[in-house]
């Protein structure tokens, strides 16, 4: 098991007085037979009285409103989280590949929004070949389709951070040859979803080996601070499998998760508007830690961030999203 704790910091910076500003982030980490979440806190600046509720899949979303003018917006959140982990299925588990066609109707029954095509990986044209190469490598099974399609994504594109933008879809990845960690995701579930598996995108983060908030030494796909992105895929009489077609490894005790849903546009971990004309700045800043050390002491130390400059093509696109999901639906309020 894998404990840890967890600062998640989000800070908007304006150029200018805003007011109400009202906003849902997805930032609570899952509490299931897989992890708990032992504890969570949510804090702003200004301050707010956030509630909390389940959305229709299940995932903790808080909503908080800072309705008098301010000039920035801090947004913290804290947790504690024991991830348990799960055993990895038998690679003989679960059905052939080629009977999945047979049970088809009654997977639509049970995981209809998992297995038909969403905002970001619709079917589109250009995954004929990548469908053809996760077959061969599958041995014929459901599950060893799965690990394949993950395993092709991440042999046959570019981790580069600048190749999409926000509204990146499975044809812009195709396109550009190249993708960040929610692309890579969102390639591998139009591949599990066109061969019938349903697959389910999931937010959360990446623990490393010291505690640290990335994938290991070296490793250029995941940004230390930032969160990370992947997905599960459901084999019939097997269950949901983690897959990190990003990382090429299937998801372990060092994954955790704090959301999930169809695709990235159901569980963006801040979304908001606000009534003003002033531009913005963001800044993104992610600190994971052991929760306790030898001798049972906590070891978070609190994270100063500070209001970065305009996104530019090198940015982590997690921060470009927040960004641009603001800016849009201020010039909806701007248009009231």
């Not at 690679?91 to 080629?98: F, M, N, S, V």
């Not at 041995?139 to 042999?155: K, N």
Request: glycine share 10%; proline share 7%; aromatic share 6%.
């Amino acid at each position: 098991m894998n404990r840890v704790r967890l600062l998640h910091v989000t800070e908007f910076g304006y150029d200018g007085p805003v007011s109400e500003s009202y906003n849902e982030v997805h930032l609570q980490p899952l509490d299931d037979e897989w992890q708990s979440c032992l504890a969570f806190k949510l804090r702003t600046q200004p301050a707010s009285s956030p509630s909390a509720s389940r959305d229709y899949f299940g995932n903790q979303v808080h909503r908080f409103n800072v309705l008098p003018k301010h000039r920035r917006l801090r947004i913290e959140a804290e947790s504690v989280v024991m991830v348990h982990g799960r055993p990895a299925p038998d690679d003989a588990a679960g059905p052939r590949l080629g009977t999945l066609a047979t049970r088809r109707d009654a997977l639509l029954d049970l995981h209809w929004d998992f297995l038909v095509p969403s905002t970001y990986p619709p079917r589109t044209g250009g995954l004929g070949p990548l469908l053809h190469a996760a077959e061969e490598q599958s041995g014929g099974t459901a599950l060893g389709f799965a690990r394949a399609a993950a395993d092709v994504v991440q042999a046959r594109f570019r981790y580069a951070r600048g190749s999409t933008h926000v509204h990146s879809s499975v044809a812009d990845v195709l396109e550009a040859g190249a993708g960040v960690c929610q692309d890579f995701a969102h390639l591998a579930i139009a591949l599990l979803r066109l061969r019938g598996l349903p697959a389910r995108y999931v937010s959360g983060y990446v623990v490393g080996a010291r505690g640290e908030a990335t994938a290991g030494a070296g490793d250029p796909a995941v940004d230390v601070h930032a969160s990370h992105a992947w997905l599960e895929a459901l084999i019939p009489d097997v269950g949901w499998v983690g897959l990190d077609p990003t990382l090429g490894r299937a998801v372990d005790g060092r994954h955790v998760r704090v959301a999930y849903g169809r695709d990235y546009g159901d569980v963006a971990p801040v979304r908001g508007v606000y009534k003003g004309h002033a531009g913005q700045r963001l800044s993104v800043d992610v600190r994971m830690r052991p929760a306790v050390d030898e001798d049972g002491h906590e070891l978070l130390h609190e994270t100063v961030t500070t209001p970065a400059p305009e996104a530019s093509p090198d940015e982590p696109l997690q921060q470009q999203q927040q960004q641009q999901q603001q800016r849009g639906q201020q010039a909806q309020q701007q248009q009231q």
